[in-house]
């Protein structure tokens, strides 16, 4: 097949992402100035962003069998792009200045150069539609994550994250692979729609089960859905806070793409076992997910259980199928985007500059509101959203999934929803109002007074603001998420 | 271009309290004040205003007294739509006077952070005025959540505890978690209505116009109507749902037991009244009979506990569940006489109550304690508040003269032609009412004094807020015709709903 013009317009985004990372080695190779590095990230991401304008106009187009460029895809670009500009920002507010003043010790240029592969990596795999594309985009979007999990590696807790990460996401992978050769032993083909069609017309064979179960445990880890999720705490509390921003956004959304795609594109309930299956995940993910975060004292945990807990909820919408269903998803992880980032941002900014430890027990938070109160501000909007109370842009994800739920008359998971949301306010309510509570003798570590005019800052509080716009009109977004359908 | 305001009145001057609160501790107050004084004057000029004949009938276009509707969610069918009739009205007007209130009754009680709390009391009242104005089922459901936010707050950050800081943040999240679990079933319905709606004219709307001429099998009839139930249950609260009402009062600044007993208790029966029957007339015909033996079960239950406790402030949350219980009756009755009733005792009951949870409040200002057992003889130690008491105390046994009576024998007569048997046993509960009543004022006011020190008298701002209270419940209590002619239309309507539902259930049950 011959690549035209419009072919690439179409791979703009992660050409230039790309592109990106790789001018951003060479500067590293040249001279190690952060400014400058970060500048270019930056630069890069943003023109990513504004490259999905032309992309839009020649969507939707097939390149060779691995990718198809449509509005689904650029519309998961779309959320990538901007959850990896976030945590560029933020990243530059956590690394802070040069090593003999207060901030980062180690090397501090990398972590953007590791952000930008991955990033590229999450755009291939959004727009792949075939196994072997998935697999690529996968692999590149985790091996630099292994990376970034480790970056604090002179603390142990750190190390110890990334480690863990790798063995367990490389199982993962090994059981995805294991998976698509048994599909592809059975079916003849990698791309979706041919696996799909084969197992329309021949109907399902065992080789294929077990092929779906093994592509389902190697999503599953990466999802981080309950019985696969026991590495996802202690990662998150161990990779520095705006890496965690990182995993829990654009890792997990690109993944959650791409699922969605091959759920849909390749109609994989013809066995008939799978949606059962994938109910079972879905309760278990949203009750085990909010029971084990209800004692969590620390922040970062905290978010990595409430995690397990939200992408259960999104596996309703992704059961639905039909009706609002991708819509749901869209809106769904839009709003977890805003409410995750902004969440881990002000962790972040909390530890920001570098001090060692991450600010992530939860009695640091203690009073915070009387110090800092737009800082607080947005992390009481952030947990309100991720609670899903009116008023945030969460309570329109919570809103859409119910739809969906009802729409395909999934009652039990509907229930189940309830149930995990009651649970859920619990904890979410105990760290609003820690942030409230004024105790004498409060261990003070607060970020810097001015804040709120660093890079990192401005995107936080823009964060909070489109979180609560959209909560309170969120029809732009319910456009986008109609237009990002099939 | 009224109706807006009623609601970003509270908003808009809540933010400016938060604002104000760096210029010094007064300013917040006076702010909220004149917000809250804005709102109640603005829902008094209304009143005399409009013409309150107009209100939502069956098979009529629906009319409002004043109506206002943007496109909001397109995508959903979802409007901004606000409305007013007779029974929105009197909500409207019973928030804005219970708002001025409870900004009074905290102006020495609250001495930190009194920007922010000002904000929370604030929001609470424009999110409670949002729900008595929506008429679109998702922004009311919007509204319904948004007033728990601040509530929980308030109680969180501003309540008391007896043993330890614990119990109020227990306490306010039990509240939280309480509404917001049932409200998420409520959600659930409305989408299963919604649905139901769009699988018969292919129309996706939360329009409450639209969404009343839904046409629906009767078991589906009945799982949605459940599902609005149990959440206006929880917030009303009947009796297995209540449990978080005492705690909440126990632990809540005083501000918040008005806010939560005046208003906050009211906008369940108010859904009730506007949604749940109107929405599901047939189902909530068959569900009358449980309905109402769960309001003699709050009448009876509500009335025994409120006798058994120590804590004056729990004493009166119980006595709410009580006299909702009489409320609840009144809905399900089926009778317009009866829905009148209940709408004037919820009038009575939000200032009635409003006014013990101000005196507690004095009270604990004084003494600081709640607990009966420590106080005793007040009456020769404090002028004043302890025959204020005793006159909302008779009140709330429903005396001849207050509010109270009027709301409770309306009831009590206009549900007796077709409930008998639920009257009956109902006006014995009055019984028990006069007991827990009396009691509270014997154990606190008479008796042995524990000490002879006098205590401060009322001040001016306190003593004026409570014979506001006395002149506005004996003035329902002589002429609730007003009151009447104001609900009036409104109540025919909900009654031909349910009426027309019930009739066909009762002449099966007589017929041989």
């Known amino acids: 097949m011959n690549l035209t013009l419009p072919h690439f317009i179409a791979l703009l985004p992660l050409l230039i992402t790309g592109a990106t990372a790789i001018l951003v080695m060479l500067l590293i190779a040249w001279q190690r100035i952060h400014r400058i590095a970060y500048l270019a990230s930056l630069l890069g991401l943003v023109l990513a962003l504004l490259s999905l304008i032309p992309a839009l106009e020649v969507a939707p187009l097939e390149i060779t069998t691995l990718m198809r460029v449509d509005r689904l895809g650029l519309f998961y670009s779309a959320l990538v792009l901007i959850a990896t500009l976030a945590c560029v920002t933020l990243a530059h507010a956590y690394l802070g200045r040069k090593p003999g003043e207060g901030g980062f010790p180690g090397n501090r240029e990398e972590l953007y150069l590791l952000m930008l592969l991955s990033a590229s990596g999450a755009i291939v795999l959004v727009t792949s539609q075939h196994l072997a594309s998935l697999f690529i985009g996968l692999e590149l979007l985790s091996v630099p994550v292994y990376g970034l999990v480790g970056y604090a590696f002179f603390h142990r807790q750190s190390l110890e994250a990334a480690l863990k990460y790798l063995v367990l996401s490389a199982a993962g992978s090994a059981f995805l692979l294991f998976g698509m050769a048994l599909l592809y032993a059975e079916a003849g083909s990698l791309e979706f729609i041919g696996i799909g069609l084969s197992m329309g017309t021949f109907g399902s064979a065992p080789l294929v089960e077990v092929g779906i179960a093994m592509l389902l445990v190697g999503l599953g880890f990466k999802l981080s859905l309950v019985p696969f999720h026991l590495w996802t705490p202690d990662v998150y509390q161990g990779a520095p806070a705006p890496v965690a921003a990182f995993l829990a956004t654009t890792s997990k959304i690109a993944v959650f793409a791409v ?53 259960g909820y999104l596996l309703i919408a992704l059961i639905a199928t039909d009706g609002l269903a991708t819509e749901a998803v869209a809106v769904y992880l839009a709003a977890y985007l805003l409410s995750t980032l902004g969440a881990f941002g002000v ?40 609670a899903g109370i009116p008023l945030t842009s969460g309570f329109i994800g919570k809103f859409y999934v119910l739809i969906a739920g009802v729409q395909a008359q999934l009652w039990t998971l509907v229930i189940v929803l309830v149930v995990g949301s009651a649970i859920g306010l619990y904890y979410y309510l105990r760290v609003m109002v820690t942030l409230y509570l004024v105790e004498p003798g409060m261990k003070r570590r607060d970020p810097p007074i001015n804040w709120p005019q660093r890079a990192g800052g401005i995107m936080l509080l823009a964060i909070a603001v489109l979180s609560f716009v959209l909560g309170v009109y969120p029809q732009p977004l319910l456009v986008l998420a109609q237009a990002a359908g099939f | ?119 929370n009391l604030l929001w609470i009242l424009g999110g409670v005025v949002g729900v008595f104005l929506a008429m679109d089922l998702f922004l009311f459901f919007f509204f319904w959540e948004m007033m728990l936010v601040p509530m929980y707050f308030l109680i969180a950050l501003w309540g008391h505890s007896q043993t330890s800081r614990k119990t109020r943040i227990t306490a306010a999240t039990k509240f939280f978690i309480y509404t917001q679990a049932s409200g998420l079933l409520m959600l659930i319905a409305i989408l299963g209505l919604v649905l139901v709606h769009y699988l018969n004219t292919g129309r996706v709307t939360f329009d409450y116009a639209q969404l009343l001429v839904t046409d629906m099998p009767p078991g589906t009839e009945y799982l949605l109507m459940l599902g609005f139930f149990v959440a206006f249950a929880v917030k009303f609260p009947i009796v297995p749902f209540h449990s978080w009402l005492p705690d909440a009062h126990a632990q809540a600044p005083t501000a918040g037991s008005v806010d939560l007993a005046g208003i906050l208790l009211k906008t369940a029966a108010y859904g009730m009244i506007r949604f749940a029957l109107p929405l599901f007339p047939n189902a909530s015909a068959e569900f009358a009979p449980i309905a109402m033996a769960l309001g003699l079960i709050g009448i009876f239950y509500g009335a025994l506990l409120s006798f058994a406790q120590s804590d004056i402030k729990r004493l009166v949350a119980y006595s709410s569940i009580s006299h909702m ?18 709408i004037v005792l919820m009038l009575a009951h939000g200032i009635s109550a409003a006014a013990l949870f101000i005196l507690c409040g004095q009270l604990y200002e004084r003494l600081h304690t709640r607990d009966m057992t420590q106080m005793g003889g007040l009456w020769k130690r404090i002028a004043w508040l302890p025959a204020l008491s005793l006159f909302f105390a008779v009140a709330s046994l429903g005396l001849p003269g207050t509010g109270n009576f009027i709301g409770e024998f309306l009831v009590l007569f206009g549900a007796f032609a077709r409930q008998p048997w639920v009257v009956v046993i109902a006006t014995t509960g009055l019984v028990l009412s006069s007991v827990y009543s009396l009691a509270m004022v014997h154990r606190a006011y008479y008796g042995p004094s524990r000490s002879d020190t006098p205590l401060a008298g009322l001040n001016a701002r306190e003593a004026g807020m409570v014979l506001s209270l006395v002149v506005l419940l004996v003035l329902l209590g002589i002429y609730p015709q007003p009151v009447l002619d104001t609900s009036l239309a409104s109540m025919q309507g909900v009654q031909q709903w349910l009426g027309a539902a019930l009739s066909p259930l009762l002449s099966a049950g007589s017929a041989p």
Request: net charge neutral; aromatic share 12%.
């Open chain 1, 259 to 311: 699922v969605l795609r091959l759920y849909q594109m390749s109609p994989a309930t013809y066995g008939g076992w799978l949606t059962p299956v994938l109910s079972v995940i879905a309760i278990a993910s949203i009750l085990i997910g909010n029971l084990l975060a209800l004692n969590q004292s620390n922040l970062k945990r905290l978010l990595g259980y409430s995690s397990i807990a939200h992408f």
């Open chain 1, 347 to 386: 962790v972040s900014l909390m530890s920001s500059p570098f001090k060692g430890r991450d600010a992530d027990a939860l009695f640091e938070y203690r009073g915070l509101f009387w110090r800092r109160p737009y800082l607080t501000a947005v992390l009481t909007v952030m947990m309100l959203s991720l």
């Open chain 2, 1 to 119: 271009m009224t109706l807006p305001w009623l609601i970003l009145i509270p908003f808009l001057g809540g933010l400016l309290c938060w604002l104000a609160e760096r210029f010094g501790q007064a300013l917040p107050r006076w702010i909220a004040l004149a917000a809250m004084g804005l709102l109640l004057a603005l829902g008094l000029w209304l009143w005399t205003q409009g013409d309150y004949s107009l209100a939502p009938h069956p098979g009529d276009p629906q009319a409002w007294a004043l109506e206002l509707r943007y496109p909001w969610i397109a995508r959903l069918g979802i409007d901004l739509h606000l409305a007013l009739d007779g029974l929105s009205l009197l909500m409207v007007v019973l928030t804005g006077l219970l708002g001025v209130l409870s900004v009074l009754c905290s102006w020495s009680e609250i001495q930190h952070h009194v920007g922010f709390f000002h904000l």
């Open chain 2, 325 to 342: 219980g009489f409320v609840l009756i009144g809905i399900y009755s089926g009778s317009q006489l009866a829905l009148q009733g209940a």
